[in-house]
């Protein structure tokens, strides 16, 4: 499976983005998607992840009551919403697929994705 991220740009804090992930081949894979984000010098972080049949969603203490992630399975598609942006969520975004189901705190490590897509770039000036 491919996945591919999009959405990113240069934003001003405050405002808000919408980041969408793709996977191309026709559907998703797995059961989990998942958002990470990595800043420069610093490791990858989980940012949010979605069940793609229940759509049961959980988020980083970081980004709670600030960011959405939602799935369209129709078009294959997750996205991320972020309100309120910061300067620190500058990041590359990326997007991620895992085949494995379990507990939603195994979903924080990016050991438990097993599909990663191309990121895109989110800079928020302040």
């Known amino acids: 499976v491919q996945l591919q991220a999009s959405g990113g740009g240069l934003v001003q804090a405050g405002d808000s983005l919408r980041l969408s992930c793709t996977a191309s081949g026709g559907t998703f894979i797995g059961h989990v998607m998942g958002w990470f984000r990595q800043a420069p010098g610093k490791e990858r972080e989980f940012v949010a992840s979605i069940r793609l049949n229940s759509g049961r969603d959980d988020y980083a203490d970081s980004v709670q009551g600030r960011a959405t992630i939602s799935r369209d399975n129709a078009k294959n598609t997750v996205y991320l919403q972020m309100n309120s942006l910061k300067p620190e969520d500058t990041a590359v975004y990326l997007c991620?697929?895992?085949?494995?189901?379990?507990?939603?705190?195994?979903?924080?490590?990016?050991?438990?994705?097993?599909?990663w897509g191309r990121g895109t770039l989110v800079t928020v000036s302040s």
């Open positions: 991620a697929s895992s085949m494995s189901l379990a507990g939603p705190e195994y979903y924080f490590n990016v050991r438990a994705f097993d599909y």
